[in-house]
């Protein structure tokens, strides 16, 4: 049974010459998610341990749910999850390039999308602002496309699906009205 003051690391075996170390619940690279909210996935990407009260604390950037970072946590909060599949992957790497501040679909197209000087806020899907959904280069249906560019960012696959929540990008033209 754990403590309180090390339930954030795992007790390794100390030599004869010194006490037992221990080690922290998650490693750098590793994938957690958010207890308290299943929606929100990331990576750790920084591990410190605080000796006066035996913790560790993790800074995770989170790619899905709240993107940015990284955020700090304590192992309280963080719960371990297994290696992503391929739609887990592509939604976790769109994250990534939102909190860097480009389009999402830079991660399908390999080229640099910059998002609208008027685009909403990538942290909030409910923030005013310009969004993909208002756009009427964003062609709606069970896959929604962008169609800018004479259908240049469109593909066969999963990776250009424009979600209608995501900040628009430079091409963003308001959808007229009917």
Request: charge should be positive.
């Amino acid at each position: 049974m754990t403590s309180r003051s090390d339930q954030h690391s795992l007790p390794l075996w100390g030599n004869s010459s010194g006490p037992a170390r221990y080690r922290p619940l998650f490693t750098v690279g590793e994938r957690v998610g958010y207890v308290r909210d299943a929606a929100w996935r990331g990576r750790v990407v920084q591990v410190a341990a605080d000796p006066d009260i035996g913790r560790h604390h993790f800074w995770v950037v989170w790619a899905v749910g709240r993107p940015g970072g990284p955020f700090e946590y304590t192992a309280a909060a963080l719960a371990r999850l297994g290696e992503a599949g391929e739609d887990a992957r592509r939604t976790e790497r769109q994250g990534r390039y939102l909190a860097s501040g480009v389009h999402p679909l830079t991660a399908a197209l390999g080229h640099p999308v910059p998002l609208h000087a008027e685009a909403a806020p990538a942290a909030s899907r409910t923030a005013p602002g310009r969004r993909c959904g208002s756009c009427r280069f964003r062609r709606p249906g069970e896959y929604p496309k962008c169609t800018a560019h004479d259908g240049a960012r469109i593909t066969r696959g999963a990776g250009t699906d424009v979600r209608a929540w995501w900040p628009a990008c430079t091409d963003h033209e308001p959808r007229p009205r009917p």
